[in-house]
């Protein structure tokens, strides 16, 4: 996970951000960050920064949620934000939860996305002949079928840490919209 030491994100941030791996499946919601993240508003997770954008803010806030396993909460934030990364959230819920024909539902109306590059660029360093990397493109339906067989082989590391990359990316594009708008 990103751990930069020149991070834009405040101590609230950065802390939930964290650099521990997600399951693919579930997982099991972290108490302590249950009720950091049920205690934060909007301007305590963005202290110091103006919001800009607050569709791109609750983004964010989504993606925490998932990123410690609260997939309940992460959904209720992300179907109410009209926009290619609060379904790109949501697809990753529904991924994760295992529901992986709505999961490409959703990533099918994320469209072409601004982080699939760079996450081809990272998935095909990790595996150059991942399935998800077709053509040096990225794609997110054939990831959702290899992390779906990857519950039942041991491709599971390798889709993590993909999976890994994805949420970071994603999230750090969120946050970067969030705050310049």
Known sequence: ?????????????????????????PGRLDSTAQAALEDLSLDHLFAGQTIRDSSMARCCLSGLWLRHNGLDESHTISQDIPSAEGSYWHGIMHRREPDYGNAKYWFRNVGPHAVFPALCAEASELAPEAPAVTGGQWDPFAFVDMCESAARSANEDLCRQIQDCEWRLLFEHCFQRAVEG
């Open 1 to 25: 996970m990103n751990t930069r030491a020149n991070t834009p994100y405040g101590p609230a941030l950065a802390a939930l951000v964290g650099d521990r791996p997600m399951p693919l499946g």
